[in-house]
Every structure is written in structure tokens, then in C-alpha cells.
């Protein structure tokens, strides 16, 4: 079954989330109350967009949410989502970006830094977050 149709049936009955995922958009921003399916629509959103090649080979795609849990929500549900969408699903998730706004941030601000209490964080969401500034220049 091509990926088209099994987006098709999965939000079968639901136009929104169909043209969402069928949008050629570059920037979309979603806003639902929770349990509409924006995750699972996102799922299908980004595994339709890398599989048609909508995505250059030098670019990622990025998720952003407001909250880590979301963000590990989005991450979970790529992983089991997307072998039901394409058939290469690794290929795909390494060109994924998934982040709250608190990490994407981080990521800007210190790219070279990978502290492991950073990515302690974003597994264990009460974990406080411990980043060492640099100092300001002219100072030690």
C-alpha cells in the first residue's frame, strides 16, 4: 500500500489533519486541545514530507514543543509510528530533530556542549538541568 493511502486511512474521517499532512506549507504551526492527534498527525506529516523527498538531503526536519514530555511523547511515537509509514524508518528518524524549547535553545546558545546533565534531562524531566556558563571575556 502506497504512503498516501495509509495516511489516508489512518486519519480517515478527519479533513483537518489531512490537509495538514498534505499541506505544501513550509512553516505550520498546530494548536489542538489535547487528544485531537496532533502527534500521530505530525507522525504522518513528517514521514510523508522525507519519503517524497520534500527535504533536502542537507537538511533536517525540525519538532518543536513546549514541554519535554511532548517531546519525548513525538519521539516514541516516530519510532513506532514510522515503520508503519516507510520502510526505512532509520534513515528517516536521524534526519528528525525532536525538542522542547528549553533544549533547542540550549543547542543554539551551546552547540559544542553536550553536558550529560543536559541529556539527563531530557530523560528524566525532573532532573534539574546543570550548564556551565563561560566566563564573560576579560574575566577568569
Not at 506549507?25 to 513528517?46: E, H, L, Q, R
Not at 524508518?89 to 543554539?108: E, G
Request: proline residues 6%; contains cysteine.
Amino acid at each position: 500500500m502506497a504512503l498516501e493511502d495509509i495516511i489516508r486511512e489512518k486519519h480517515s474521517g478527519d479533513d483537518e489533519q489531512l490537509n495538514f499532512i498534505f499541506s505544501d506549507d513550509k512553516n505550520i504551526i498546530v494548536t489542538a486541545p489535547a487528544g485531537c492527534g496532533k502527534t500521530t498527525a505530525m507522525v504522518s506529516k513528517i514521514a510523508r514530507e522525507l519519503s517524497v523527498g520534500h527535504i533536502p538531503s542537507n537538511k533536517k526536519v525540525l519538532a518543536i514543543t513546549f514541554s519535554v514530555n511532548a517531546a519525548m511523547k513525538i519521539k516514541d511515537s516516530l519510532k513506532t509510528l514510522l515503520p508503519d509509514l516507510v520502510e526505512n524508518p532509520s534513515q528517516f528518524l536521524s534526519k528528525v530533530d525532536v525538542a522542547n524549547y528549553h533544549n533547542f535553545a540550549m543547542k543554539i546558545l551551546f552547540p559544542r556542549r553536550q553536558s550529560e546533565d543536559v541529556q539527563a534531562s531530557l530523560h528524566h524531566p525532573s532532573a534539574p538541568v546543570r550548564v556551565k556558563y563561560p566566563a564573560p571575556l576579560g574575566r577568569t
